[in-house]
């Protein structure tokens, strides 16, 4: 079962260097850490996505229930 992955990266442009990569598992979730989220000059975010199997025996991840 293929899911979809979405990955934030932080580079320094001058050299093209990934200086930091987080992977998220929803859109939602990346624009989230982005957004009022402030660079230092020459460094930019790219935005990623990959597809990932996830294993057939793998447990559904548990919801917390809002209280």
Do not use: C
Request: proline share 7%; aromatic share 8%.
């Amino acid at each position: 079962m293929a899911s979809k992955q979405y990955g934030l990266k932080i580079v320094y442009e001058p050299s093209n260097t990934v200086e930091r990569e987080e992977w998220f598992n929803t859109e939602s979730e990346r624009n989230s850490a982005m957004a009022g989220s402030t660079l230092d000059p020459h460094y930019m975010f790219v935005a990623a996505e990959k597809d990932v199997e996830v294993p057939v025996d793998a447990k559904p991840q548990k919801q917390d229930d809002p209280a």
